[in-house]
């Protein structure tokens, strides 16, 4: 691997179940539902993400599983992650909460970021904005949608902060 450097360390896992007592424990973590939809889906649409019936719609257009669809995970898992081991490729670049690549809008549930260095208070409080790389649902189901870097949005704040 000429030009590249290898390190064997460990990194400390971080976020909710990141220790490994509720292993110990033998308590598993909370089960999620995770509703997603492609935000160019929705811009190819011409759909409102404030709709209150988006993922319906979404639902009944028949998209493709990379588009839209319902998948379950954990609530100690990122949604990143969770989109992972279903076999999606979402975007992503950092994986540590600097970046703006895997911006997604939280439509409906609770979920939060235990890393957030890109996203301002407004952005993630008002707008629902989520990274998707640091961001745990903490709800029976979450409604999330994902790739909005594809955004006129998050593409101006990823030029801006760089």
């Known amino acids: 691997m000429e030009g590249r450097s290898v390190v064997d360390t460990d990194l400390p ?90 911006a997604g809008v939280l439509a409906d549930g609770e979920a939060e970021m235990d890393m957030n260095l890109f996203l301002e208070e407004e952005e993630v409080e008002e707008m629902d904005y989520r990274l998707t790389c640091t961001c745990y649902p903490e709800s029976e189901k979450v409604q999330l949608v994902f790739n909005s870097i594809h955004s006129e949005y998050v593409r101006s704040l990823a030029q801006e902060r760089g």
């Open 13 to 102: 896992k971080v976020g909710p179940g990141a220790s490994d007592d509720a292993d110990q424990d033998g308590e598993e973590a909370d089960p999620t539902t995770l509703e997603y939809l492609d935000h160019r889906a929705v811009i190819e649409r011409g759909w409102d993400l404030d709709d209150p019936d988006l993922f319906e719609k979404a639902a009944a257009a028949g998209l493709d599983e990379s588009q839209y669809g319902v998948i379950e995970g954990d609530q100690d898992q990122t949604i990143l992650q969770i989109a992972e081991d279903h076999g999606l490729k979402w975007p992503f670049q950092c994986r540590s909460g600097t970046c703006a690549r895997c």
